[in-house]
């Protein structure tokens, strides 16, 4: 069974940074990739930041988090991680971890986990 399990979040003040973990079972993790995605209360549900399979050369950043944002891969640890910094209010979501393959979006979500971004 598919288990993905996500982990970080929590409340900061502007300026601050947190990161996020998703840990994954049940699948070769090296061959998927990995999307993070976040809905903030009354919007869509809005891409994040994309890493590819394998080694994580490529990675894709949403335009307003890139530079801010980084996303990387543990292929021993089974996890991937979203490292934010220089959170602003904008950033209050629930951040989720999807499991891809040629960059689809699949049914395969972490549980979610809540940034709050507030002073």
């Known amino acids: 069974q598919v288990q993905l399990v996500q982990s970080g979040g929590g409340l900061v003040q502007p300026g601050g940074s947190l990161k996020l973990s998703c840990e994954v079972s049940?699948?070769?993790?090296?061959?998927?990739?990995v999307g993070w995605y976040r809905q903030a209360p009354g919007n869509q549900r809005e891409w994040v930041a994309w890493?590819?399979?394998?080694?994580?050369?490529?990675?894709e950043y949403l335009s307003t988090v890139k530079g801010r944002f980084t996303v990387s891969r543990d292929n021993a640890k089974k996890e991937a991680y979203l490292q934010m910094n220089n959170l602003i209010v904008e950033d209050t979501a629930t951040y989720y971890c999807?499991?891809?393959?040629?960059?689809?979006?699949?049914?395969?979500w972490g549980q979610g986990t809540q940034v709050t971004v507030s002073s």
């Open positions: 999807n499991l891809q393959r040629g960059r689809k979006l699949s049914d395969v």
């Open positions: 049940g699948v070769d993790f090296r061959a998927y990739d």
């Open positions: 890493i590819i399979s394998g080694s994580g050369t490529r990675r």
